[in-house]
């Protein structure tokens, strides 16, 4: 299993909750003194359908009662909006995914040497601010994967700006604070954004609009285990990033198997929009900066 370290620190949750979550809150369904019951299975029964016979003048069929070690969860509030949202994107976009795998050991020594001098200023520096410029280098040389198609205009808007969300698991539910203009910040002050973020988020200190206006978002299921995973895209948005856990794995260099630390990667595309060969260059781009860190100066 992974360190805690090699999890970046925090407990990321999936990024197909980020405008669900947001919207839930803004119109009141999510409220500090009534925090949504948190069902593990995602998949968890509607709530009744059965109507009274009586009221209707015809038989329905009665819904089965609970067995008798069976526990009932409610499925409304902040669970059912994003079960809602994540049921748009997956029948409104068709969802391809590719999947990649990234050797970083320069990044791992990269921010081994910066993280003396991010700590000098109170600084924690995980991978995410690498990851995150990463992302925007290949948004900016393959633009469709940060663009939002507007049917009903028949239209595809490429975003001018370059927001990045990360869900954050908090005691009270999901909070997903936004990362606005990354290609405009340095390594250490988006650390310190990110920190700053989800320690707010956990003490449910964020507004509505620190978590809306992502153009791509980013979910981090190796924070808590895993390597592949389909991620489920923020509708409108067109694409998500997977990021897998960094740990040691068997590569082959010079024909020999030996043990290197990775990045599973995890992309899925509106195909409407992107078509798998630019969704390949997009992930050969991160991949190339996440590979040769140097290259994140330039961004």
């Known amino acids: ?99 990649d795998t990234a050797e970083v050991d320069a990044l791992v020594e990269a921010r081994e040497e910066l993280k003396p001098q991010a700590e000098a200023e109170g600084v924690k520096l995980t991978y995410m601010p690498f990851v995150m410029k990463a992302i925007v280098a290949g948004l900016e040389a393959h633009p469709y994967l940060n663009s939002e198609l507007r049917e009903d205009d028949e239209e595809i808007v490429l975003k001018g700006e370059y927001n990045l969300g990360i869900a954050v698991a908090t005691d009270a539910g999901l909070m997903v604070p936004v990362v606005e203009d990354v290609d405009e910040k340095g390594l250490f002050e988006l650390a310190e954004e990110v920190r700053d973020l989800a320690t707010r988020a956990r003490e449910r200190k964020l507004k509505p609009a620190e978590m809306k206006g992502s153009t791509f978002s ?21 694409a998500i990033l997977g990021l897998g856990a960094i740990e040691e794995r068997p590569v082959v260099r010079d024909g020999e198997v030996v043990p290197a630390p990775t990045l599973p990667l995890s992309l899925s595309i509106d195909h409407r929009v992107v078509d798998g060969a630019v969704a390949a260059e997009f992930s050969n781009t991160v991949m190339e900066h996440l590979e040769h860190p140097l290259l994140l100066l330039t961004q």
């Open 1 to 99: 299993m992974p360190t805690d370290e090699t999890r970046d620190g925090e407990a990321f949750v999936t990024g197909e909750d980020v405008r669900a979550y947001a919207d839930a809150l803004e119109s009141g369904t999510a409220t500090e003194s009534a925090p949504e019951p948190e069902p593990v299975d995602v998949d968890a029964g509607a709530e009744p359908a059965a109507t009274d016979a009586s009221a209707t003048g015809g038989a329905t069929e009665a819904t089965p009662a609970p067995g008798a070690g069976d526990e009932t969860v409610p499925y409304r509030g902040v669970r059912r909006t994003i079960g809602k949202q994540m049921e748009r994107s997956k029948f409104t976009a068709p969802h391809v995914s590719h999947h």
């Open 218 to 238: 980013v979910t981090n299921f190796g924070a808590i285990g895993g390597e592949y995973a389909t991620p489920i895209i923020n509708y409108p948005e067109t």
